[in-house]
Protein backbone atom coordinates (compact mmCIF):
# COMPACT_ATOMS: atom_id res chain seq x y z
CA UNK A 1 0.00 0.00 0.00
CA UNK A 2 1.02 2.77 -0.91
CA UNK A 3 2.40 5.73 1.74
CA UNK A 4 0.98 9.15 2.21
CA UNK A 5 2.04 11.14 -0.70
CA UNK A 6 -0.56 14.35 -0.64
CA UNK A 7 -1.44 16.40 2.24
CA UNK A 8 -5.07 17.13 3.43
CA UNK A 9 -6.12 20.03 1.41
CA UNK A 10 -5.34 19.08 -2.21
CA UNK A 11 -7.92 18.34 -5.23
CA UNK A 12 -8.10 14.79 -4.56
CA UNK A 13 -9.80 15.64 -1.12
CA UNK A 14 -12.06 18.33 -2.48
CA UNK A 15 -12.85 15.82 -4.96
CA UNK A 16 -13.69 13.00 -2.44
CA UNK A 17 -15.71 15.57 -0.01
CA UNK A 18 -18.20 16.53 -2.91
CA UNK A 19 -18.52 12.99 -3.73
CA UNK A 20 -19.63 12.03 -0.56
CA UNK A 21 -21.53 15.15 -0.37
CA UNK A 22 -23.62 14.17 -3.14
CA UNK A 23 -24.05 10.94 -2.63
CA UNK A 24 -25.41 11.46 1.25
CA UNK A 25 -27.63 13.97 0.14
CA UNK A 26 -29.01 11.04 -2.33
CA UNK A 27 -30.54 8.83 0.09
CA UNK A 28 -30.84 11.54 2.98
CA UNK A 29 -33.85 13.19 0.45
CA UNK A 30 -35.63 10.48 0.87
CA UNK A 31 -35.50 9.50 4.57
CA UNK A 32 -38.38 12.12 5.82
CA UNK A 33 -40.80 11.33 3.09
CA UNK A 34 -40.57 7.42 2.98
CA UNK A 35 -42.89 6.72 5.95
CA UNK A 36 -45.72 8.61 4.70
CA UNK A 37 -44.76 7.10 1.26
CA UNK A 38 -44.92 3.71 2.16
CA UNK A 39 -47.83 4.30 4.20
CA UNK A 40 -49.97 5.48 1.32
CA UNK A 41 -49.03 2.32 -0.37
CA UNK A 42 -51.05 0.22 2.08
CA UNK A 43 -47.78 -0.45 4.21
CA UNK A 44 -48.03 1.41 7.58
CA UNK A 45 -47.28 -1.77 9.51
CA UNK A 46 -43.40 -1.76 7.80
CA UNK A 47 -42.40 1.28 8.93
CA UNK A 48 -39.81 -0.01 10.71
CA UNK A 49 -38.39 -1.87 7.85
CA UNK A 50 -37.52 1.49 6.14
CA UNK A 51 -34.24 1.34 8.14
CA UNK A 52 -33.77 -1.71 9.00
CA UNK A 53 -33.72 -3.39 5.74
CA UNK A 54 -31.75 -0.83 4.24
CA UNK A 55 -29.22 -0.87 7.01
CA UNK A 56 -29.30 -5.12 6.61
CA UNK A 57 -27.81 -5.29 3.61
CA UNK A 58 -25.34 -2.06 4.86
CA UNK A 59 -23.93 -4.59 7.49
CA UNK A 60 -24.15 -7.78 5.21
CA UNK A 61 -21.94 -6.35 2.55
CA UNK A 62 -19.35 -4.76 4.68
CA UNK A 63 -17.02 -7.65 4.44
CA UNK A 64 -16.88 -7.58 0.97
CA UNK A 65 -16.99 -4.31 0.05
CA UNK A 66 -14.14 -4.21 2.90
CA UNK A 67 -11.90 -7.21 1.39
CA UNK A 68 -12.35 -5.44 -2.38
CA UNK A 69 -11.21 -1.96 -1.09
CA UNK A 70 -8.10 -3.99 -0.04
CA UNK A 71 -8.03 -5.81 -3.53
CA UNK A 72 -9.55 -4.30 -6.54
CA UNK A 73 -9.37 -0.92 -5.31
CA UNK A 74 -10.87 2.13 -3.37
CA UNK A 75 -12.23 4.03 -6.16
CA UNK A 76 -14.19 1.30 -8.17
CA UNK A 77 -15.44 -0.09 -4.57
CA UNK A 78 -16.73 3.97 -4.36
CA UNK A 79 -17.94 4.34 -7.46
CA UNK A 80 -20.18 0.83 -7.03
CA UNK A 81 -21.86 2.52 -4.15
CA UNK A 82 -22.88 5.45 -5.43
CA UNK A 83 -24.23 3.57 -8.58
CA UNK A 84 -26.72 1.42 -6.88
CA UNK A 85 -28.19 4.64 -5.58
CA UNK A 86 -28.45 5.95 -9.45
CA UNK A 87 -30.53 2.44 -9.99
CA UNK A 88 -32.72 2.42 -6.94
CA UNK A 89 -33.46 5.98 -7.42
CA UNK A 90 -34.84 5.65 -10.94
CA UNK A 91 -36.92 2.24 -9.68
CA UNK A 92 -38.74 3.68 -6.94
CA UNK A 93 -41.42 5.18 -9.04
CA UNK A 94 -41.64 1.64 -10.68
CA UNK A 95 -42.04 -0.49 -7.99
CA UNK A 96 -45.00 0.88 -6.66
CA UNK A 97 -46.05 -1.64 -4.48
CA UNK A 98 -45.60 -2.26 -0.71
CA UNK A 99 -43.22 -5.50 -1.82
CA UNK A 100 -40.93 -3.61 -4.34
CA UNK A 101 -40.62 -0.81 -1.88
CA UNK A 102 -39.40 -3.06 0.69
CA UNK A 103 -37.24 -5.07 -2.03
CA UNK A 104 -35.58 -1.45 -3.33
CA UNK A 105 -34.93 -0.44 0.34
CA UNK A 106 -32.95 -4.15 0.94
CA UNK A 107 -31.26 -2.98 -2.35
CA UNK A 108 -30.33 0.81 -1.29
CA UNK A 109 -28.67 -0.56 2.04
CA UNK A 110 -25.39 -1.85 -0.53
CA UNK A 111 -24.83 1.62 -1.16
CA UNK A 112 -23.83 2.81 2.31
CA UNK A 113 -22.50 -0.77 2.40
CA UNK A 114 -19.75 0.08 -0.37
CA UNK A 115 -18.90 3.50 -0.68
CA UNK A 116 -18.34 4.90 3.26
CA UNK A 117 -16.25 1.34 3.58
CA UNK A 118 -13.65 2.46 0.64
CA UNK A 119 -13.89 6.92 1.29
CA UNK A 120 -12.73 6.47 5.14
CA UNK A 121 -10.03 4.20 3.63
CA UNK A 122 -9.14 6.27 0.95
CA UNK A 123 -8.97 9.12 3.38
CA UNK A 124 -6.52 7.02 5.85
CA UNK A 125 -4.36 6.90 2.49
CA UNK A 126 -3.65 10.50 1.64
CA UNK A 127 -3.90 11.77 4.59
CA UNK A 128 -0.69 11.89 7.80
CA UNK A 129 -1.37 9.88 10.36
CA UNK A 130 -1.24 12.73 13.36
CA UNK A 131 -3.40 14.12 11.42
CA UNK A 132 -6.21 11.59 10.94
CA UNK A 133 -8.94 12.86 13.40
CA UNK A 134 -8.45 16.41 11.19
CA UNK A 135 -9.14 15.18 7.65
CA UNK A 136 -11.95 12.60 8.90
CA UNK A 137 -13.59 15.20 10.43
CA UNK A 138 -13.49 17.12 7.38
CA UNK A 139 -14.66 14.55 5.17
CA UNK A 140 -17.50 13.97 7.99
CA UNK A 141 -18.19 17.55 7.47
CA UNK A 142 -19.17 17.49 3.78
CA UNK A 143 -21.25 14.25 4.63
CA UNK A 144 -23.49 15.39 7.00
CA UNK A 145 -23.37 18.33 4.83
CA UNK A 146 -25.65 16.17 2.64
CA UNK A 147 -27.58 14.78 4.70
CA UNK A 148 -28.53 18.27 5.97
CA UNK A 149 -29.45 19.69 2.41
CA UNK A 150 -30.68 16.19 1.69
CA UNK A 151 -33.79 16.42 3.81
CA UNK A 152 -34.97 20.11 3.11
CA UNK A 153 -34.96 19.19 -0.74
CA UNK A 154 -36.81 16.22 -0.61
CA UNK A 155 -39.28 18.27 1.41
CA UNK A 156 -39.52 20.98 -1.11
CA UNK A 157 -39.75 18.78 -4.00
CA UNK A 158 -42.13 16.81 -2.44
CA UNK A 159 -44.35 19.69 -1.96
CA UNK A 160 -43.65 21.70 -4.74
CA UNK A 161 -43.83 18.60 -7.13
CA UNK A 162 -44.04 15.06 -6.53
CA UNK A 163 -42.37 11.81 -5.15
CA UNK A 164 -41.53 10.81 -8.55
CA UNK A 165 -39.31 14.08 -9.08
CA UNK A 166 -37.85 13.35 -5.74
CA UNK A 167 -36.51 9.76 -6.50
CA UNK A 168 -35.13 10.76 -10.39
CA UNK A 169 -33.47 13.86 -8.39
CA UNK A 170 -32.45 11.27 -6.17
CA UNK A 171 -30.48 9.34 -8.77
CA UNK A 172 -29.17 12.24 -10.33
CA UNK A 173 -27.12 13.65 -7.18
CA UNK A 174 -25.45 9.60 -7.26
CA UNK A 175 -24.97 9.98 -11.00
CA UNK A 176 -23.35 12.95 -10.27
CA UNK A 177 -21.25 11.52 -7.24
CA UNK A 178 -19.70 8.93 -9.61
CA UNK A 179 -18.66 11.33 -12.44
CA UNK A 180 -16.27 13.00 -9.81
CA UNK A 181 -14.75 9.97 -8.71
CA UNK A 182 -13.42 9.27 -12.12
CA UNK A 183 -11.43 12.24 -11.35
CA UNK A 184 -9.45 10.39 -8.57
CA UNK A 185 -6.44 8.66 -8.54
CA UNK A 186 -6.03 5.15 -6.94
CA UNK A 187 -4.13 4.97 -3.77
CA UNK A 188 -2.97 1.11 -3.28
CA UNK A 189 0.11 0.25 -5.37
CA UNK A 190 -1.05 -3.29 -5.84
CA UNK A 191 -4.66 -3.93 -7.42
CA UNK A 192 -6.43 -7.34 -8.17
CA UNK A 193 -9.07 -7.18 -11.29
CA UNK A 194 -12.46 -8.54 -9.91
CA UNK A 195 -13.41 -11.91 -10.00
CA UNK A 196 -16.33 -13.61 -7.84
CA UNK A 197 -13.55 -15.27 -6.24
CA UNK A 198 -12.97 -12.54 -4.09
CA UNK A 199 -16.50 -12.48 -2.92
CA UNK A 200 -15.67 -15.84 -1.07
CA UNK A 201 -14.93 -14.83 2.50
CA UNK A 202 -14.08 -16.46 5.76
CA UNK A 203 -14.99 -15.85 9.31
CA UNK A 204 -11.15 -14.23 9.65
CA UNK A 205 -12.14 -11.70 6.70
CA UNK A 206 -16.04 -10.37 8.53
CA UNK A 207 -14.30 -8.97 11.98
CA UNK A 208 -11.15 -7.68 12.39
CA UNK A 209 -10.91 -7.87 16.27
CA UNK A 210 -7.89 -5.15 16.61
CA UNK A 211 -10.78 -2.79 16.24
CA UNK A 212 -13.16 -4.42 18.30
CA UNK A 213 -13.45 -1.46 21.03
CA UNK A 214 -14.29 1.02 18.49
CA UNK A 215 -17.06 -1.64 17.39
CA UNK A 216 -18.65 -2.10 20.27
CA UNK A 217 -18.95 1.70 20.87
CA UNK A 218 -19.82 2.55 17.46
CA UNK A 219 -23.06 0.09 17.98
CA UNK A 220 -23.99 0.78 21.49
CA UNK A 221 -24.03 4.90 19.98
CA UNK A 222 -25.42 4.57 16.82
CA UNK A 223 -28.64 2.55 18.03
CA UNK A 224 -30.05 5.71 19.35
CA UNK A 225 -29.64 6.79 15.44
CA UNK A 226 -31.66 4.12 14.00
CA UNK A 227 -34.73 4.94 17.10
CA UNK A 228 -34.53 8.55 14.92
CA UNK A 229 -34.42 7.70 11.80
CA UNK A 230 -37.55 5.46 12.12
CA UNK A 231 -39.48 7.59 15.04
CA UNK A 232 -39.06 11.49 14.07
CA UNK A 233 -41.31 11.66 11.06
CA UNK A 234 -44.37 10.71 13.09
CA UNK A 235 -42.71 12.57 16.55
CA UNK A 236 -42.35 15.92 14.13
CA UNK A 237 -46.02 15.48 13.12
CA UNK A 238 -47.41 15.11 16.17
CA UNK A 239 -45.93 18.02 18.30
CA UNK A 240 -47.25 20.02 15.37
CA UNK A 241 -44.21 21.05 13.11
CA UNK A 242 -45.10 20.86 9.14
CA UNK A 243 -41.43 20.50 7.93
CA UNK A 244 -40.21 16.54 8.92
CA UNK A 245 -36.70 17.36 7.67
CA UNK A 246 -36.63 20.56 10.28
CA UNK A 247 -34.47 18.30 12.96
CA UNK A 248 -32.41 16.43 10.40
CA UNK A 249 -31.71 20.02 9.11
CA UNK A 250 -30.92 21.68 12.60
CA UNK A 251 -29.18 18.22 13.56
CA UNK A 252 -26.99 18.03 10.72
CA UNK A 253 -26.29 21.84 10.73
CA UNK A 254 -24.77 21.49 14.66
CA UNK A 255 -23.31 18.62 13.30
CA UNK A 256 -21.47 20.55 11.35
CA UNK A 257 -20.46 23.38 12.90
CA UNK A 258 -18.50 21.26 15.95
CA UNK A 259 -17.04 19.21 13.11
CA UNK A 260 -14.66 22.17 12.41
CA UNK A 261 -12.68 21.75 15.98
CA UNK A 262 -13.83 18.32 16.92
CA UNK A 263 -11.48 16.15 14.56
CA UNK A 264 -8.37 18.05 15.64
CA UNK A 265 -9.68 17.34 19.25
CA UNK A 266 -9.34 13.79 19.40
CA UNK A 267 -5.96 14.85 17.57
CA UNK A 268 -4.62 16.64 20.40
CA UNK A 269 -6.35 14.96 23.57
CA UNK A 270 -6.51 11.45 22.13
CA UNK A 271 -9.65 9.52 20.88
CA UNK A 272 -11.20 8.33 23.99
CA UNK A 273 -11.46 11.85 26.06
CA UNK A 274 -13.83 13.22 23.15
CA UNK A 275 -15.75 10.12 22.78
CA UNK A 276 -16.70 10.14 26.40
CA UNK A 277 -17.75 13.86 26.08
CA UNK A 278 -19.69 12.66 22.46
CA UNK A 279 -21.58 9.90 24.74
CA UNK A 280 -22.80 12.03 27.36
CA UNK A 281 -24.16 14.47 24.90
CA UNK A 282 -25.86 11.96 22.86
CA UNK A 283 -27.39 10.59 25.53
CA UNK A 284 -28.31 14.10 26.53
CA UNK A 285 -29.41 14.72 23.01
CA UNK A 286 -32.09 12.23 22.25
CA UNK A 287 -33.54 12.62 25.90
CA UNK A 288 -34.07 16.26 25.40
CA UNK A 289 -35.50 15.33 21.97
CA UNK A 290 -37.89 12.84 23.61
CA UNK A 291 -38.76 15.22 26.33
CA UNK A 292 -40.15 18.01 23.37
CA UNK A 293 -43.60 18.86 22.95
CA UNK A 294 -42.99 21.77 20.41
CA UNK A 295 -40.68 23.45 17.91
CA UNK A 296 -38.59 24.61 20.37
CA UNK A 297 -38.13 21.84 22.22
CA UNK A 298 -37.18 19.32 18.86
CA UNK A 299 -34.89 22.40 18.24
CA UNK A 300 -33.29 22.20 21.39
CA UNK A 301 -32.72 18.30 21.58
CA UNK A 302 -31.43 18.19 17.59
CA UNK A 303 -28.83 20.74 18.35
CA UNK A 304 -27.09 18.70 21.20
CA UNK A 305 -27.66 15.87 19.65
CA UNK A 306 -25.95 17.17 16.19
CA UNK A 307 -23.09 18.60 18.95
CA UNK A 308 -22.87 14.46 20.10
CA UNK A 309 -22.53 13.06 16.36
CA UNK A 310 -20.15 15.40 15.61
CA UNK A 311 -18.04 15.18 18.14
CA UNK A 312 -18.14 11.09 17.76
CA UNK A 313 -18.38 10.54 14.09
CA UNK A 314 -14.59 11.60 13.47
CA UNK A 315 -13.29 10.56 16.77
CA UNK A 316 -14.74 6.78 16.04
CA UNK A 317 -13.48 6.81 12.56
CA UNK A 318 -9.72 7.95 13.74
CA UNK A 319 -10.05 5.52 16.51
CA UNK A 320 -10.90 2.81 14.13
CA UNK A 321 -7.94 3.81 11.78
CA UNK A 322 -5.53 4.16 14.93
CA UNK A 323 -6.19 0.68 15.81
CA UNK A 324 -5.81 -0.99 12.16
CA UNK A 325 -3.16 -2.63 10.40
CA UNK A 326 -2.10 -0.57 7.13
CA UNK A 327 -2.76 -3.52 4.57
CA UNK A 328 -6.47 -4.41 6.32
CA UNK A 329 -7.48 -0.76 6.74
CA UNK A 330 -10.52 -1.86 4.44
CA UNK A 331 -11.56 -4.61 6.56
CA UNK A 332 -11.28 -2.52 9.81
CA UNK A 333 -12.98 0.37 8.63
CA UNK A 334 -15.52 -2.25 7.49
CA UNK A 335 -15.84 -3.74 11.34
CA UNK A 336 -17.00 -0.58 12.21
CA UNK A 337 -19.58 0.06 9.93
CA UNK A 338 -20.92 -3.51 10.49
CA UNK A 339 -21.58 -2.35 13.75
CA UNK A 340 -22.93 0.78 12.92
CA UNK A 341 -25.31 -0.19 10.55
CA UNK A 342 -26.55 -3.11 13.06
CA UNK A 343 -27.12 -0.84 15.71
CA UNK A 344 -29.22 1.84 13.25
CA UNK A 345 -30.74 -1.46 12.35
CA UNK A 346 -31.88 -2.90 15.47
CA UNK A 347 -32.81 0.59 16.51
CA UNK A 348 -34.96 0.96 13.90
CA UNK A 349 -36.29 -3.08 14.16
CA UNK A 350 -37.18 -2.74 18.20
CA UNK A 351 -38.36 0.62 17.37
CA UNK A 352 -40.88 -0.01 14.28
CA UNK A 353 -41.81 -2.94 16.25
CA UNK A 354 -42.91 -1.51 19.51
CA UNK A 355 -44.27 1.44 18.20
CA UNK A 356 -47.08 0.97 16.00
CA UNK A 357 -48.58 4.07 15.45
CA UNK A 358 -48.93 5.09 19.58
CA UNK A 359 -47.33 7.80 19.36
CA UNK A 360 -47.30 7.90 23.28
CA UNK A 361 -44.42 5.26 22.94
CA UNK A 362 -41.65 7.41 21.22
CA UNK A 363 -40.37 8.79 24.11
CA UNK A 364 -40.42 5.97 25.75
CA UNK A 365 -38.17 4.14 23.30
CA UNK A 366 -35.95 7.64 22.70
CA UNK A 367 -34.85 7.10 26.92
CA UNK A 368 -34.19 3.49 26.47
CA UNK A 369 -32.00 4.23 23.63
CA UNK A 370 -30.38 6.80 25.63
CA UNK A 371 -29.68 4.53 28.40
CA UNK A 372 -27.96 2.08 26.18
CA UNK A 373 -25.58 5.27 25.35
CA UNK A 374 -24.55 5.95 28.82
CA UNK A 375 -23.78 2.40 28.52
CA UNK A 376 -21.46 2.93 25.97
CA UNK A 377 -19.94 5.60 27.91
CA UNK A 378 -19.57 3.06 31.37
CA UNK A 379 -17.58 0.81 28.65
CA UNK A 380 -15.16 3.01 27.40
CA UNK A 381 -14.22 3.83 30.55
CA UNK A 382 -13.46 0.77 31.30
CA UNK A 383 -11.57 0.12 28.34
CA UNK A 384 -9.29 3.06 29.27
CA UNK A 385 -9.28 1.81 33.06
CA UNK A 386 -8.25 -1.44 31.36
CA UNK A 387 -5.67 -0.38 28.90
CA UNK A 388 -4.27 1.99 31.43
CA UNK A 389 -3.35 -0.57 33.53
CA UNK A 390 -1.63 -2.68 31.29
CA UNK A 391 0.87 -0.18 29.96
Not at 48 to 60: M, N, P, R, S, V
Not at 79 to 108: M, W
Request: proline share 4%; net charge positive.
Amino acid sequence: MQKTAHPIYNLHFGLLCLSSLLFSASFNMLIPELPAYLSSLGGAEYKGLIIALFTLTAGISRPFSGRLTDTVGRVPVMAFGSLVCFVCGILYPVLGSVSGFLFLRLIHGFSTGFKPTATAAYVADIAPKERWGEALGIHGLCFSTGMAIGPAIGDYLTRHFSLNILFYVSSAFALLSILILTHLKETIAVKQKFSFKLLKITRKDIIAPEVLPAGIVTFMAYISSGVILTLLPDFTSSIGVENKGMFFMVFTIASLVIRFVAGKASDKYGRIRVIKLGLVLLAAGISLTGFAQNLTGLLIGSIVYGIAAGILSPALNAWTVDMSLPDHRGKAMATMYIALEAGIGLGALISGWYYQDIIARIPLLMYASAIIVLLAFVYTYWYEKKKATLQ
